[in-house]
């Protein structure tokens, strides 16, 4: 038999059936379909009132990913032995959680912005962020390509470079996915040289309890990809941390606790900020929108 080759190791979540897989997937993509149209419809009603936020459309193309994946999944339970639906299904599961990675950094630096407007408006602060976002890109195109090249070749040589790609990009998601924490913390808890510039709705306490949280969700699901990469075995035997129970959890558990945190708790009245603010001093200029001033205190 030709390309595309069945894999020699062992998937995350294993080779899915129809009576466990197909009705967890059916669950799991009633919630992201009810998450895109919940963030839909509040990306509608801002744009009606002239409140751009486009974070909540990410959400939806988000959601709309998550649904194709599992609905791929669902016809390769129909077709275990079709490896090109296997591919499929592994390139959007891998290709969608980036978006949320890409948010939390967002509303970090924002938080940073606000809380040390001399920090976070720092040409090279600016750069870190742009660098990163571009390193998230990187990232996606080449663990995309290593697991796709995987499929279409049995040399040993070519095999061992694509799971080098996958080793080194998953680590570095994983370093990305974490990093917010220790920028959150540093803003809260380093004595700022100036008083923080609240933004957009609530308390900047809030704001960081949220990102916290999300950020610590989507580590806690990158680490464990990340290890299972490391954990490798033979697709004959699998190890424990392969099975569809964590799989489920650690992937589209986590992404569906994220995404209605943060639109349950407003996250775009939250996080807004006010079009082409670019330096100190800007983001103060939108408060007069929202009735509750943003302080350091819970709110």
Not at 3 to 22: E, K, N, S, T
Not at 84 to 101: D, H, K, Q
Not at 171 to 184: E, H, M, S, V, Y
Not at 273 to 298: E, F, I, N
Request: with cysteine.
């Amino acid at each position: 038999y030709g390309p595309p080759y069945p894999p020699q190791v062992a998937a995350l979540g294993l080779i899915p059936d129809v009576r466990v897989d197909v009705p967890i997937c059916i669950i799991l993509i009633i919630f992201f379909f009810a998450a895109a149209l919940l963030n839909g419809a509040i990306l509608a009603r801002n744009l009606g009132r002239g409140h751009k936020f486009l974070p909540s459309g990410v959400l939806v193309g988000f959601c709309l990913t998550r649904i194709i994946a599992l609905s791929l999944r669902i016809a390769w339970a129909t077709q275990p032995w079709n490896v090109s639906l296997n591919i499929a299904a592994a390139v959007f599961a891998a290709a969608g959680v980036v978006l949320l990675f890409i948010l939390n950094l967002l509303f970090t630096h924002r938080l940073l912005r606000g809380l040390h407007p001399n920090i976070g408006w720092l040409p090279a602060v600016n750069a870190f962020f742009l660098f990163t976002y571009f390193l998230i890109f990187v990232c996606l195109v080449c663990a995309i390509t290593a697991l796709v090249v995987s499929f279409y070749t049995l040399d040993p040589v070519s095999l061992h470079d694509c799971r080098v790609v996958q080793l080194f990009t998953s680590t570095t998601l994983a370093l990305i996915a974490f990093l917010p924490i220790p920028i959150l913390l540093f803003a809260a808890f380093y004595p700022g040289l100036r008083r923080p510039e609240p933004f957009g709705y609530g308390s900047l306490t809030t704001k960081i309890i949220l990102v916290l949280t999300a950020a610590t969700l989507m580590t806690i699901g990158a680490a464990y990809r990340c290890a299972v990469n490391y954990a490798v075995r033979p697709v004959l035997f699998p190890g424990w941390w392969h099975h569809k129970a964590c799989y489920y959890i650690f992937n589209y558990d986590l992404e569906l606790v994220v995404i209605f945190l943060y639109a349950l708790f407003r996250f775009d009245l939250r996080f807004h900020v006010p079009d082409g603010a670019c330096k100190p001093g800007h983001y103060a200029k939108g408060q007069h929108a929202y009735k509750r001033v943003s302080t350091l205190t819970v709110r």
